[in-house]
C-alpha cells in the first residue's frame, strides 16, 4: 500500500497545475488612465505651483512697478512741461521789462517761443494770449489773431480782467475730444499769457510702451522660467517615475530583478533610499513567496497522496466490511448450528439414560427374558437406531467443529488485514503528521485529522489483537473438541458393535439365559461409560456454543468498528479533496508571482 502511495504521489506531482489568469484591462481605459496619471502627477504639479508663482510675481511686479515708473514719467513730464513754460514766460517778462508790449506780435514771440515744445512729444506747441484773449501768436499762423479756443486760459484771462492774481499752474482740458495738458505762465506786467501743451496720448505713449515692453518682458521670462522649472521638475521626478515603474510590476505580481533599481539605489538622495528600500522589499517577497511557492507544492503532492491513498483505503475497508458481514454470518449460523447439536446431545443423554433404566429393568427381569425377547429385540433395534443417529449427530458435531475451525481461520486472516491495514493507516498518519508539521500554520487542521487517524489505526490494532487471541483460544478449544468427537465416535462406534453383539446375545437367548443376563451385565457396564462420555460431550458442545456466541459477538463488534473505520475513512476522504481543492487553489495563486 505504501508503494501504491507513494506511485500515486508521483503522478500527481507531475501534472502541471492549473494557472489562473489575471485579465487585463482594455488599452483604451488604460491609456485613459495613464493621460489621468499625467496630468495629476506630482511633476505638473510643481510645474503647475511654479508657472502660477512666477505669474503672481510677475502680475505683482507689474502691478507694483509699472504703475510707479508711470506715474513717476508722468509727474516728470508735467514738471518739464512746467519748468518749459516758466522759463520761455520769464524771457517773454524780461522782453516786455526791455521793450515793453511792443514785443507782442507775431514775429517777434515766433523768435522767443516759436521753438518752445517738449522733447519727443510732437503735439507740443507753445502760443501766446494778450489780455484781451487773443492769440498773438500761434504755431498755425491762421489762428493768430483769433480769440483763444481753451476754455481754461479764457477763465484765467477773466480772472485777469477782474484784477485777480493767478497762480501759474498745469491744467488739462478736452479740445476737440482729445485730452491735453496745458502750463500757462502769466506775464508779470498781465499784458500776455503763455501757454505751453501738448496731447495727453503723446505724453502717456512713453508709459504704454513701458507697459508693453513690461508685458512681453514678464511673458519671455514666464516662458523661461517655466521651460526651466519643466526641465528642473523632470530630472528631479524621473527617478521616481522609475520608481513607480518598479512598483507597478510588484503591482502585478513580477517580482524579477531591474537593473533600474539597481542604478537609482546608487544616488545618494531620497529616490536612492526609495530605490534601495524597494529592492529591499523585492528581495523579501522573493524569499516569501518562494518560500510559499515550495510549501504549496509540497502540500498539494501531500494532499493528492492522501486522497489516493485514502480511496484506497476505502475501498479495502469495503472489502474487510465484506468478509467481517460474512464472517459474523458464519459465526451466528455456527452458533445456531452448535446449539441444535447441544439439543441433539441432551436429546442423546436422557436416552442413554432411558437405556440405563431399561438395563436396570433387563436386570430385574433377566427371568423373564424368554418371554419378552421379543420387546428385547424390538428395543435393540431402537437401541441401534438411536445409536446410528448419535453417531449421525457426532457427525454433524465434528463437521461444525471444523466449520468452526475453518471460520476462526477467516477472522484470523481478517484480522492480519486489520492489523496490516492500521499499520498501513498508521504509517499514513506519521507521514501526514510529518507534511502537516511541515505546512505550519496551514496544516493544522490536517495535523488533527492525522490524529484522529492514529488513533483510530491504534484502536484497529488493538481489536485485531483481541480478535487474535480470542482465535486462538477458539481453535484450542476447537482442538480439544475434535479429540473428544473422535473419542465419542469411537465409543459409539464401540456401542453399536455391543449393540450388535447384544442382537447376537438375544438370538441366542432362547439358547441360554446364562448367557443374556452376563450381556446384560456388560450392556449395563458399556451404559455407564457411554453416559459418562455423553457428560463430558455436553459439557464441550456447551463450551464450544459458548464460544460460537462470544465469536459471533465479537464479529458483529468487528463489523461496527470496520463501519466506524469505513465512516472515518471517508471523512478523510472527503477532507483529502477539499485539501487538494485548497492545495490546487493556493498553487495556481501562487504562479501568478514571477520570481
Do not use: W
Amino acid at each position: 500500500m505504501k508503494e501504491r502511495s507513494k506511485k500515486s504521489g508521483t503522478g500527481t506531482a507531475s501534472t502541471p497545475a492549473k494557472t489562473t489568469k489575471v485579465p487585463k484591462a482594455p488599452k483604451s481605459s488604460r491609456q485613459s488612465r495613464q493621460k489621468q496619471a499625467g496630468i495629476h502627477s506630482l511633476k505638473y504639479s510643481v510645474v503647475l505651483l511654479v508657472l502660477i508663482a512666477i505669474v503672481v510675481s510677475v502680475i505683482s511686479l507689474m502691478l507694483i512697478i509699472v504703475p510707479t515708473a508711470s506715474n513717476a514719467l508722468t509727474t516728470m513730464t508735467e514738471s518739464y512741461l512746467r519748468d518749459v513754460c516758466d522759463t520761455s514766460g520769464r524771457t517773454i517778462d524780461d522782453s516786455l521789462i526791455r521793450n515793453g508790449n511792443i514785443i507782442l506780435n507775431y514775429d517777434y514771440l515766433g523768435n522767443i517761443v516759436g521753438d518752445v515744445r517738449i522733447n519727443n512729444l510732437e503735439s507740443s506747441y507753445a502760443y501766446v494770449v494778450d489780455a484781451e484773449g487773443t492769440m498773438v501768436y500761434h504755431p498755425t499762423r491762421s489762428k493768430a489773431g483769433e480769440p483763444v479756443e481753451n476754455e481754461v486760459i479764457k477763465d484765467v484771462i477773466a480772472r485777469l480782467a477782474n484784477g485777480e492774481e493767478v497762480e501759474n499752474e498745469l491744467v488739462t482740458y478736452d479740445y476737440h475730444g482729445a485730452t491735453k495738458y496745458a502750463a500757462y505762465y502769466v506775464a508779470a506786467n498781465k499784458a500776455a499769457v503763455l501757454v505751453v501743451t501738448a496731447d495727453q496720448r503723446d505724453i502717456l505713449g512713453a508709459r504704454n510702451e513701458i507697459y508693453s515692453r513690461s508685458a512681453i518682458a514678464a511673458v519671455i521670462i514666464l516662458i523661461v522660467l517655466c521651460l526651466g522649472a519643466f526641465i528642473l521638475a523632470s530630472r528631479m521626478f524621473h527617478p521616481l517615475l522609475d520608481i513607480t515603474k518598479v512598483i507597478n510590476r510588484f503591482s502585478s505580481l513580477d517580482f524579477s530583478e531591474s537593473h533600474t533599481t539597481a542604478r537609482l539605489s546608487k544616488r545618494s538622495d531620497e529616490t536612492g533610499q526609495m530605490a534601495r528600500a524597494t529592492a529591499e522589499l523585492r528581495d523579501k517577497l522573493v524569499t516569501i513567496v518562494s518560500q510559499i511557492k515550495n510549501q504549496s507544492q509540497l502540500l498539494y503532492n501531500a494532499s493528492t497522496e492522501l486522497d489516493n491513498n485514502a480511496i484506497y483505503t476505502t475501498s479495502t475497508v469495503g472489502t474487510v466490511e465484506n468478509a467481517v458481514q460474512e464472517i459474523a454470518t458464519g459465526a451466528t449460523n455456527q452458533a445456531s448450528e452448535t446449539q441444535r447439536a447441544t439439543d441433539d446431545i441432551l436429546d442423546m443423554g436422557n436416552m442413554i439414560q432411558h437405556t440405563n433404566t431399561q438395563v436396570e429393568s433387563l436386570s430385574k427381569t433377566a427371568n423373564l427374558m424368554r418371554q419378552s425377547s421379543e420387546e428385547a429385540a424390538s428395543t435393540l433395534r431402537e437401541l441401534d437406531s438411536i445409536n446410528r443417529q448419535a453417531i449421525s449427530s457426532i457427525d454433524i458435531i465434528y463437521e461444525q467443529t471444523n466449520t468452526t475451525n475453518a471460520s476462526a481461520l477467516k477472522i484470523k486472516e481478517a484480522t492480519n488485514l486489520i492489523s496490516s491495514i492500521a499499520e498501513e493507516t498508521n504509517l499514513l498518519s506519521l507521514n501526514a503528521s510529518i507534511e502537516a508539521a511541515r505546512a505550519g500554520e496551514a496544516g493544522r487542521g490536517f495535523a488533527v485529522v492525522a490524529s484522529q487517524i492514529q488513533k483510530l489505526a491504534d484502536q484497529s490494532n488493538e481489536s485485531a489483537m483481541q480478535i487474535d487471541n480470542i482465535i486462538h483460544a477458539l481453535l484450542e478449544d476447537s482442538q480439544k473438541a475434535v479429540h473428544t468427537m473422535d473419542e465419542v465416535k469411537e465409543i459409539m462406534n464401540r456401542q453399536s458393535m455391543n449393540v450388535q453383539k447384544t442382537g447376537l446375545v438375544f438370538q441366542q437367548v432362547r439358547d441360554g439365559i446364562g448367557h443374556s443376563i452376563s450381556g446384560v451385565g456388560e450392556i449395563a457396564n458399556k451404559t455407564t461409560q457411554l453416559d459418562q462420555a455423553r457428560s463430558g460431550v455436553v459439557d464441550v458442545v456447551q463450551n464450544l456454543t459458548a464460544i460460537a456466541q462470544q465469536n459471533a459477538a465479537s464479529t458483529e463488534e468487528t463489523s461496527a468498528s470496520v463501519i466506524e473505520v469505513s465512516n472515518v475513512i471517508q471523512e478523510i476522504t472527503e477532507n483529502a479533496n477539499r485539501l487538494k481543492e485548497i492545495a490546487s487553489i493556493l498553487e495556481n495563486n501562487v504562479n501568478e508571482f514571477k520570481l
